[in-house]
């Protein structure tokens, strides 16, 4: 029988809509705004009485909250607000009421049913330009870089001249290194060595006469340090980005030593900045000898609240630092404490062999840097309050254990106070260190107003879009257009679905792509529709009209379809931000908007035509061809 389904493919369709609706739904429960509390570190925890304490200090603000909770066992905590444009005035006065040990961000809490939770539906996420977020502008400190790369000539050569029983005294001059030796004789050996060393060094002598050398960078050499620091550290900053599961985020060089990082869904400047900035590195130093000049060690505290008070001697003489770590990875020794597991390259194990190894039964010191900020509160000449951040690198001790047999690339570091803390050193580790200190020069906050402007904007031109177009096909098509719009409305749903499953990022221009699959889906309907009234005019019966009106507009449709999902395709592969946005949303819609045109929408013909003699089809005005018309009217 023409134009019936058989009860399975019915079912089937009905399920794929309802799944839809099912998983679309979250997206109608609109986020509560909340303020979300964090330590500073990893290892400092969320407690009952610190959250009492931030409800007491936004109750005596007269700040309208509710809902307080500790989430993610006892990892961060949760205020829901009753108004979002408290949430700025309220993050204010937590931070200053719980100090610089946490971190009070801007969020937006969910308020999903739990019956869809448990369900794995969940809402999609919003980009930077629907939920805010914040724009930075970094730039590298070359300088540092530079200076960085200096001490590591100087500590280079003095520890090859050292194993070369070579003595004399090295020390950094402005760009250059100096060297001074007893005899003529030393500094020509010297020379040699240095050669053999760092041969990019130009190496210069003052006289024939006197035992001095001296190696200076060149300006080659310095670009190369310029552009490797700016390279790793953008390297670095993606890790680091990705490592924390920031969705559609962008991170990207400008100019010599600049880099331009957006961070979407992430309103407070300070918590983007403790992702961005943070600084966990490592440097691995021999404990001094009691005897050392002061001037050859340096005292540090140790890191740890059972560790409080107690200091240790390190030379300055570095071996490696956590640049050379290719990998880290958090884990627990034989006794059930947290540890990381190291794996360095290929010159970081040579160095920490060659280190160990001539110094086994001596104590080595694993020295923890962390960039810090302290806040202070002024008031300017306006009696407003100006909050100051200001950085600092705390540098402390984990632990300085004594070496047992020479080391190589891979070993494992100790002393840490508790498993998430090891987490978040093995993960910044992992993501590679800074190789030169970076410095905010441009902030913007794009604030949840902006969203909120944007995806009315968004959907009043989506609303107006669906309009015209209901009205177009009720107008012109009758009965037929009324089918389309529900098929149209099924294969919004279901784009919304699908993207929510897949967790993509909706974007300004992604709102654009689910315009234009409104349109595409139509046209799919129209194509159809248009076959349909082809058959009629040239006589065809209703029944055979529908069938071979769909079977015939199938070929068209996924041939103009499939041509623009591969062109969709590419825009996903080389795209990048919105644009990669834009093509998902795009090559969603195509696969929805054709499984609702040509099954969806032939589905509902058949409920409303299938099966039974039509008099008449109410798809519009059909033009009958001559000699079809001549045959109607001799019947």
Do not use: C
């Not at 195509?590 to 099954?599: E, K, P």
């Amino acid at each position: 029988m023409l134009n019936r389904y058989p009860l399975w493919k019915n079912l089937f369709i009905t399920l794929i809509v309802a799944m839809g609706f099912y998983y679309a739904a979250p997206n109608l429960y609109a986020p509560d705004p909340a303020l979300q509390i964090g330590g500073s570190s990893g290892a400092q925890g969320i407690n009952e009485r610190l959250m009492e304490r931030a409800s007491e200090a936004l109750s005596e603000a007269g700040i309208g909250h509710f809902g307080e909770e500790v989430q993610d066992s006892g990892k961060t905590g949760l205020i829901r607000l009753e108004s979002r444009e408290q949430q700025l005035k309220a993050q204010a006065i937590l931070q200053r009421a719980l100090g610089d040990g946490y971190i009070v961000a801007l969020n937006l809490a969910p308020t999903t049913p739990d019956w869809l939770v448990s369900g794995g539906a969940q809402p999609m996420k919003l980009g930077l330009d629907l939920s805010g977020g914040v724009h930075f502008k970094l730039e590298v400190d070359v300088d540092a870089a530079t200076d960085r790369k200096l001490e590591q000539y100087e500590n280079g050569i003095k520890r090859r001249l050292r194993e070369e029983r070579i003595r004399g005294r090295i020390a950094l001059d402005g760009t250059r290194i100096g060297m001074t030796f007893r005899s003529v004789e030393d500094r020509e050996a010297a020379r040699a060595e240095v050669r053999d060393l760092y041969p990019e060094l130009l190496l210069d002598r003052v006289d024939e006469d006197m035992p001095q050398l001296f190696a200076e960078v060149t300006e080659t050499t310095i670009a190369e340090v310029v552009e490797y620091a700016v390279a790793q550290n953008l390297t670095t900053l993606r890790n680091r980005v990705n490592e924390l599961g920031v969705s559609e985020p962008l991170v990207q060089r400008q100019g010599k030593n600049r880099i331009v990082v957006e961070l979407p869904g992430i309103q407070d400047t300070a918590e983007a900045k403790r992702i961005l900035g943070k600084v966990a590195n490592l440097e691995f130093r021999l404990v001094a000898e009691a005897n050392a000049p002061i001037s050859e060690r340096q005292r540090f505290d140790y890191r740890g609240e059972t560790r409080q008070g107690m200091t240790e001697w390190l030379e300055r003489d570095i071996i490696i630092t956590g640049e050379r770590v290719s990998n880290a990875a958090a884990s627990f020794d034989q006794n059930g404490q947290p540890n990381v597991q190291i794996t360095l390259d290929g010159e970081g194990g040579m160095l920490m062999s060659r280190a160990t190894r001539a110094n086994v039964k001596r104590r080595m010191g694993v020295l923890f840097i962390e960039r810090k900020y302290r806040t202070r509160y002024e008031t300017d000449e306006n009696g407003e309050t100006v909050v100051i951040r200001d950085p600092y690198d705390e540098k402390k001790v984990l632990t300085a254990p004594v070496i047992q047999s020479a080391l190589g690339a891979q070993f494992q570091i100790t002393g840490l106070d508790s498993p998430a803390e090891s987490s978040e050193l093995a993960l910044m580790l992992r993501a590679g260190a800074l190789a030169a200190p970076i410095s905010f020069v441009e902030e913007r906050t794009v604030g949840p107003s902006l969203g909120a402007e944007n995806i009315e904007l968004g959907v009043k031109s989506l609303q107006l879009g669906l309009a015209l177009v209901v009205l177009f096909m009720m107008v012109y098509y009758r009965i037929f257009g009324v089918i389309a719009v529900v098929a149209l409305t099924a294969n919004l749903v279901l784009l919304v679905a699908v993207m929510s499953l897949l967790s993509a990022t909706l974007t300004l221009p992604g709102i654009a792509g689910i315009v234009l699959t409104v349109g595409m889906a139509v046209d799919a309907n129209v194509l159809i529709f248009a076959r349909i009234r082809e058959e009629l005019a040239a006589g065809t019966s209703n029944q055979l009209a529908i069938h071979s009106g769909f079977e015939r507009a199938v070929t068209t449709i996924l041939d103009a379809n499939i041509t623009t999902l591969i062109v969709a395709i590419i825009l996903y592969a080389v795209g990048t931000g919105p644009i990669k946005g834009f093509a998902v949303t795009l090559s969603v819609g195509i696969i929805t908007s054709m499984f609702t045109a040509i099954m969806g929408t032939r589905a509902l013909v058949n409920m409303s035509y299938g099966g039974r003699r039509v008099e008449r089809l109410s798809i519009g005005r059909v033009r009958m061809k001559a000699d079809a018309a001549s045959k109607e009217a001799t019947a």
